[in-house]
């Protein structure tokens, strides 16, 4: 019992787990395989943006840019593809330099022009998408903007695993078809938590986050911290800019408009901390998905959508209260601790 | 042999029903677009006492869309085994794509779609189609060809507005467009329709401006103070839609210049048609749009009783609404009913 206590965001998991099995008794179509497909499906990109909005958050900082930066990444995805016919396999690698590129730039207005990281961001996520805009091929080129992307590669990356008829499953139940992005973002859960927990570059984003004077007199380069921090956030968002353009065969150039609200509050319901230092990579996975069952659940159960933005909203409030709980209980014991030594 | 019978009789039933299903709304519009070419006899029947599900997704929450609600719920409701549901896309693509799997999933037999974009849901649309989902598109077609699209006359009616407006400017000056931001077909055929339009009927009028005002009343105030500031010559103004339109009135009346202003709309809504009224907003391209959502509620209708699936259309139809170009002179002709 009380090793169970220990495992991280237990109390997240119990509550995502027993709202899962409301759903299954009560929303019809709810416990299907299909079901579970459009949760993965759906969900999985989502929770890995959530996993680079941590790193920010963990460092005491935020990124609101991701949604921009997602949209950058996938426009350029469309016109190096669509536009310029360049091959898929030249065209991920370049997406993904570009928004590590556009995410470290984030961080270097925060650590050496020492902007507060949320007007650094909150400039950077309307200077990007204007960027979306100047070099959307949809507008540049109105004659390809209808054009879906064809290239192997990239459509490629929309693949299913069909887990029942690989297992022989299918025979006894109806399984759901895995999707590429869920294997993805199990990839990468494997290993920032390796990194989080393994090397000491990962547990710094912890310290740095906790009190970064101590982390400097520890010598410790705060400044790379951050720096990797938010380009981190932008990979992240590079990966699911490929993940949800690639779906969907095109970019808009609204694409992940408000995407950094609900990777934002993915994180902090996953447990990472909005004071800084706590967190994993583990929360922000089970955060997406508690959203995406609620919002797939409710939808099912036939609740207005304006019903489950307020739910959504109330659990992101209790998520907060809770961490500011947890903050108060831990300062308390750190307290306790001091006067009784 | 009797097997035989009964097969051939339900076919030529199902053949009626498929032709039944657009021209019932054709004949209600009056305008079909030619060569729908409607393929093999529907498998799947609807049972007379299963529910049968359908659904809504729209972009965001506005009153073109309440009233396309309004239409497809007054005819689908007289139906006692039709579920209906209206959901919210949240003005955000992946929000449509999950809504779509999940209407999917459910076992929906109709999804009307009024899609955020064109390429981006045409995934989404071929799923459905696999498994025999009719998807009916309401004014923004699909590049995924679907079992149907029901349309405001975008291209036609706004070059009947470039006409209107050319004779009331005598024929020349200088417009400015408040427009979609881009990435939208609709935003393209309002735009070409109206520039070709005037490259026809009025070629000396010139497209002075033409600048982004995210639909929005406010967004088009301050975009076209500041074009008015720059071009103080401008006698013209298009907004792609109503919204924007009025926010070109908002502004004129406030710089006193509305009198020597021709400002034209698109869409029709309520506000507009007032405007006209009260001899502001020179005009507009009326829809009723309850009656677009009621052709569209009564093709499904027809789908899903006659057991016409998606699989078996193998040319999406079309149906362009018939529409009226609302100016101080006609706008008395559209009946409170009509009004959205």
């Not at chain 1, 929303?27 to 929770?47: D, Q, R």
């Not at chain 1, 800084?276 to 990579?281: L, P, T």
């Not at chain 2, 103080?232 to 210049?257: E, F, H, R, W």
Request: glycine share 10%.
């Amino acid at each position: 019992m009380v090793r169970l206590r220990q495992l991280p965001n237990i109390e997240l998991l119990a509550f995502f787990l027993l709202l899962y099995a409301f759903f299954c008794f009560y929303a019809p179509h709810f416990n299907t395989a299909s079901n579970l497909e459009n949760l993965l499906v759906g969900y999985s990109f989502i929770a890995v943006l959530a996993i680079g909005q941590s790193f920010p958050i963990m460092v005491r900082g935020i990124d609101l840019s991701i949604g921009s930066i997602m949209a950058l990444g996938g426009m350029v995805l469309f016109d190096l593809s669509v536009i310029y016919e360049v091959p898929g396999y030249v065209v991920i690698p370049a997406v993904l330099l570009v928004c590590l590129l556009a995410g470290l730039l984030n961080g270097a207005l925060v650590v050496w022009l020492r902007l507060q990281p949320f007007v650094a961001t909150l400039s950077t996520l309307a200077a990007y998408r204007g960027v979306v805009y100047a070099i959307s091929g949809r507008q540049l080129f109105p004659e390809m903007a209808t054009r879906p992307i064809t290239d192997p590669w990239l459509t490629g990356m929309d693949s299913y695993l069909d887990i029942g008829g690989v297992t022989g499953l299918d025979q006894y139940m109806e399984m759901p078809w895995l999707p590429l992005s869920f294997f993805l973002l199990v990839g990468i859960f494997i290993i920032i938590q390796t990194m989080h927990s393994k090397t000491q570059f990962g547990m710094n984003f912890k310290i740095v986050g906790g009190n970064p004077e101590a982390a400097r007199l520890a010598g410790i380069n705060v400044k790379l911290t951050i720096l990797s921090a938010y380009g981190l956030s932008g990979l992240s968002a590079g990966i699911a800019a490929i993940i949800l353009v690639t779906r969907l065969t095109t970019a808009t150039e609204a694409l992940g408009n408000g995407m950094e609200l609900t990777a934002i509050a993915s994180a902090v319901i996953g447990g990472i901390s909005l004071q800084g230092g706590i967190g994993n990579a583990f929360g922000p996975i089970i955060g997406a998905m508690l959203l995406g069952i609620i919002l797939l659940g409710l939808t099912l159960l036939g609740i207005s959508q304006f019903v489950q933005q307020i739910i959504s909203g109330l659990i992101l409030i209790g998520a907060i209260g809770y961490d500011k709980l947890l903050s108060d209980f831990r300062m308390r014991k750190a307290r306790a601790m001091q006067s009784g030594s | 042999m009797s097997n035989k019978k009964e097969r051939a009789e339900q076919e030529g039933r199902r053949d009626f029903l498929k032709g039944v299903v657009l021209g019932s709304a054709a004949l209600g519009s009056g305008l079909v677009t030619p060569g729908l070419v409607i393929g093999e006899s529907g498998k799947a029947m609807a049972a007379q006492d299963e529910r049968v599900k359908m659904a809504f997704v729209q972009i965001q929450p506005h009153t073109v869309s309440s009233a396309w609600s309004v239409g497809l719920e007054e005819v689908l409701s007289t139906q006692q085994t039709i579920d209906y549901q209206q959901l919210d896309g949240q003005n955000k693509v992946e929000v449509q794509v999950s809504l779509m799997d999940t209407l999917i999933n459910e076992g929906a037999k109709v999804i009307f779609l009024q899609p955020i974009d064109s390429v981006a849901l045409g995934p989404s649309i071929k799923k459905a189609r696999r498994r025999g989902i009719a998807v009916i598109t309401l004014n923004i077609d699909a590049s995924e060809e679907h079992a149907a699209h029901v349309e405001m006359n975008h291209y036609y009616g706004a070059m009947d507005i470039a006409k209107e407006m050319g004779k009331r400017m005598g024929g020349k000056g200088k417009v400015a467009i408040l427009n979609a931001p881009p990435g939208i077909i609709i935003r393209d055929q309002r735009t070409n329709g109206f520039v070709d339009g005037m490259k026809k009927y009025y070629p000396d009028i010139q497209i002075a401006a033409d600048q982004v005002a995210d639909w929005s009343r406010k967004k088009a105030q301050d975009v076209l103070s500041n074009i008015l500031t720059a071009q103080p010559d401008i006698t013209g103004v298009y907004g792609v839609n109503d919204s924007m339109a009025l926010g070109g009135v908002d502004v004129c009346k406030q710089k006193g210049i509305l009198d020597k202003m021709v400002i034209f709309g698109n869409d029709g809504e309520t506000a507009a048609l007032e405007s006209i009224e009260r001899g502001e907003l020179t005009g507009t391209q009326f829809t009723d749009v309850y009656q677009q959502g009621r052709f569209a509620a009564a093709a499904a209708s027809v789908f899903v009783s006659g057991g016409v699936t998606a699989k078996e259309f193998k040319q999406q139809g079309k149906l362009l609404m018939p529409y009226v170009i609302a100016t101080s002179e006609t706008v008395g002709s559209i009946q409170p009913a009509q009004r959205w």
